[in-house]
DNA sequence: ATTCTTATTGAAACTAAGTGCATCTATAAA
DNA sequence: TTTATAGATGCACTTAGTTTCAATAAGAAT
């Protein structure tokens, strides 16, 4: 149960306003386990303060995303998941027939993100990605 | 200037209707360089038949993508495009700065699928990625 | 403590996409 | 050629996310 104070102190160190409506988004986002949906934020904060508004989530959601704080994914449900960076990276593979989840390490996708930079001098936002296709099961 | 053929064969082939919506759509999706968007598409068959309702598009769209002859792919305009798996495999690095968009060839990602394949038997669809990210430019 | 400035918010309208259901029609069977 | 039927369509509605704009309030300056 910590204050969520990582992402709140890179806020303020850039000159973000601390809104109670930001600081209640960012414990939804920073407790938990990750990969939470703006409507999950939602419900957590407007349970305790009715007044929010869901278009303030999806624009703090916005900003912590260009502020490289949040990473942003579709896993295939239908709606985006968003994991705080600071818990560290990883990707997943999704089943297309059957939906399963197989959680994956970053380095998969490193020699990737190598080559992009080297090649393009593209620096590749490759930090929680959801590759979908069949699993070993659904393709067998 | 050819017939949408190879899509059609294989729709009627696998004992799918072939209504002239369906037609329409396919043209529209199998003429052009590729990349077209719902709306677009939709554009493109109302203006020869202004009956047909844009969920047709989306659910036409949606059997083309689960039958792997169309590719859908979202380069970060707010709307997916989709591609005719016929016209051959590439990526993008799509900069989120300034929303300069870079061909990539397919062999990129030809490892991380071989290796997704080995090590976890999964079968990744990876024909037509976007890789977000910041261009050279844009990080110099 | 009060005032000021501008970022942030809430409300409502809007967009892209997906869904349920009654109707219609492409295709196979008679 | 006509009929039957399951698949496909149109329409209305729902959902996730975005945008506009007037009102509010965080944080700085006084």
Known sequence: MKKSG????KLSEQGYRLTPQ??????????????????EIYAQVAAKYSRVNISTVYRTLELLKRLGLVTETDLGDGRLRYHPVGKGHHHHLVCTECGAIVDLGESVLSPVKDVLLREYGFIADLRHLAIFGRCANCSK
């Open 6 to 9: 990582e992402i709140i102190n």
């Open 22 to 39: 930001r600081m209640m988004i960012l414990s939804a986002i920073e407790d938990g386990e990750g990969h939470i949906s703006a409507e």
